[in-house]
């Protein structure tokens, strides 16, 4: 912009030196001069051919001037494009250049990262249901898709059915509590209170005894799903 600005005074400064060149020397004293003698006359005669030389003259230097000015203006204002393009183009490169920067790079470490992540993921996709064979049609594996029921060699809550929803604690209790209430009404019917004495007496049998024998092996299958549990970390 100082360019520019110079460049149109220079310009300027031109204009206002042709317009002084315009101007004849001693025109406007012509107009009511008194009369003169014979070699003032022809004196006088003759100023109009210099004034005529003077002004061509003039008009000369004014087209040269505004020639001059018009091709400084063109010349600054090409540079000054020039200089504008060459700074579009600077500030694209340092936008590349910064988004190269900010490219991510694979390092030897990330690829690593990502071939064991893969491999693991893979191998137990594999393990699992998740994949057609031939032995998991119908009557082939007991596996249903998205429950496997072994993974990596242990059993899995899948195992125990609608008890995976317990915890192994719960299991624990309730293993507990089916255990003694069956060796409790084993007891009773076998030893304390024999049932099978009392029906050869013509007696019946003491149904809550009968009901309370048949929790003792439902305990068991508590005790298992506990431990299945415990190992599955539940």
């Known amino acids: 912009m100082t360019r520019l600005a110079t460049a149109c005074a220079a310009t300027v400064a031109l204009c206002l030196v042709a317009n002084k060149a315009f101007v ?9 001069a008194p009369v003169r003698s014979a070699p003032q006359a022809l004196a006088a005669a003759a100023a109009p051919a210099e004034s005529a030389a003077a002004a061509s003259a003039s008009w000369g230097l004014a087209a040269a001037g505004l020639c001059l000015g018009g091709h400084v203006c ?16 600077a ?5 590349v250049a910064s988004k190269e920067a900010l490219k991510y790079v694979e390092t030897p470490q990330d690829q690593r990262l990502f071939e064991l992540v893969y491999l693991q993921y893979t191998s137990e996709y594999m393990k699992g249901p998740m994949y057609w064979d031939v032995a998991k049609g119908q009557g082939g594996l007991p596996h ?3 429950e496997p029921m072994t ?6 809550s899948n195992v125990i059915g609608n008890l995976k929803t317990f915890s192994s604690n719960e299991l624990a209790f309730l293993s507990m509590l089916f255990f003694g209430i069956g060796l409790y009404g084993n007891i009773q019917f076998l030893f304390i209170d024999p ?3 009392k029906v050869d007496a013509g007696g019946f049998f003491n149904v809550s005894y009968i009901v309370e024998s048949l929790l003792l092996p439902i305990s068991f299958f508590f005790h298992i799903s ?9």
């Open 24 to 32: 004849v020397p001693g025109a406007a004293g012509n107009i009511g």
């Open 74 to 89: 063109l010349a600054v204002a090409s540079r000054s494009k020039a200089a504008r393009k060459a700074e579009g183009e």
């Open 91 to 95: 500030e694209v490169t340092v936008k």
């Open 144 to 146: 249903y898709a998205g």
């Open 151 to 156: 993974k990596n060699g242990q059993m899995t």
């Open 195 to 197: 049932q099978w004495a």
């Open 226 to 234: 506990c431990y299945i549990q415990r190992m599955s970390g539940k």
